[in-house]
């Protein structure tokens, strides 16, 4: 069971960058997943949510809203956070967590992580 994020990098301010975080060994499908930024020194704060659900309405943090996407590709087990318009104080760690409560048992799956700076 493995949650790998990828897509980050180093962008100049007003930049985007599409974060991925793609799921193996378990299916995606019924899990709802959120993003979260951990800015260096800082605690790790959430992002953005989306659920398993179609017609779902995804939900973000005020600092992100009308920047930030949050979408998902079952078939694909994935899950994405488009980021545009990107500031300087977006740099950090982004993880995404799947969890849910599957067959009467809970589960709850981060991944590593991937680096995301912005330079002004």
């Known amino acids: 069971v493995q949650l790998v994020e990828s897509g980050g990098g180093h962008v100049q301010t007003g930049g985007s960058l599409r974060l991925s975080c793609e799921a193996s060994?378990?299916?995606?499908?019924?899990?709802?997943v959120r993003w979260y930024h951990q800015a260096p020194g800082k605690e790790r704060e959430f992002v953005a949510f989306?659920?398993?659900?179609?017609?779902?309405?995804?939900r973000y943090a005020d600092s992100v809203k009308g920047r930030f996407g949050i979408s998902r590709d079952n078939a694909k087990n994935t899950v994405y956070l488009q980021m545009d318009s990107l500031k300087p104080e977006d740099t950090g760690k982004y993880f995404c967590?799947?969890?849910?409560?599957?067959?009467?048992?809970?589960?709850?799956?981060w991944g590593q992580g991937t680096q995301v700076t912005v330079s002004s």
């Open positions: 967590n799947a969890y849910g409560t599957i067959d009467g048992s809970w589960n709850d799956y």
């Open positions: 989306i659920s398993p659900y179609t017609g779902g309405v995804p």
């Open positions: 060994g378990f299916t995606f499908t019924n899990y709802n």
